[in-house]
């Protein structure tokens, strides 16, 4: 039974840092590309931050480059987005994921999603 599950939210000031997990099972976490993505106005889920299997490649969109990293733990099954100098805009829940074919921005190319992790930014 493939599961991934997000663990790490939480409620934290503007300027502050959180480090999200997902802990992946069922499924060769380490074949797999892995994204983290939330909630927009207008979409169901905007793209934040993307690996390929073995964290060679790493896509990130642009409000969040150089403030977030993605890093991954093939060996422990899981995937971290490390985020820092949090604003009120990253408020959102955030859903990890896995797709089998390659590092992917768009939503629909993945397969597996866990249930989000709530993360509160307050000025």
């Known amino acids: 039974q493939v599961q991934l599950v997000e663990s790490g939210g939480g409620s934290v000031q503007a300027g502050g840092s959180l480090t999200l997990f997902c802990k992946a099972s069922g499924f060769?976490?380490?074949?797999?590309?892995m994204?983290?993505?939330?909630?927009?106005?207008?979409?169901?889920?905007?793209f934040v931050a993307s690996t390929s299997y073995n964290g060679g490649d790493i896509y990130y969109r642009d409000s969040v480059k150089?403030?977030?990293?993605?890093?991954?733990?093939?060996a422990k099954n899981t995937l971290y987005l490390s985020m820092n100098r949090l604003n009120s805009?990253?408020?959102?829940?955030?859903?990890?994921?896995?797709?089998?074919?390659?590092?992917?921005?768009?939503?629909?190319?993945y397969q597996?999603?866990?249930?989000?992790?709530?993360?509160?930014?307050s000025s």
């Open 66 to 74: 150089g403030r977030f990293t993605i890093p991954r733990d093939n």
């Open 28 to 33: 060769d976490f380490g074949g797999y590309a």
């Open 89 to 109: 805009e990253d408020t959102a829940i955030y859903y990890c994921a896995a797709q089998s074919w390659g590092i992917a921005t768009n939503d629909a190319d």
């Open 112 to 121: 597996y999603w866990g249930q989000g992790t709530q993360v509160t930014v």
């Open 35 to 46: 994204g983290w993505f939330r909630p927009a106005p207008g979409k169901e889920r905007e």
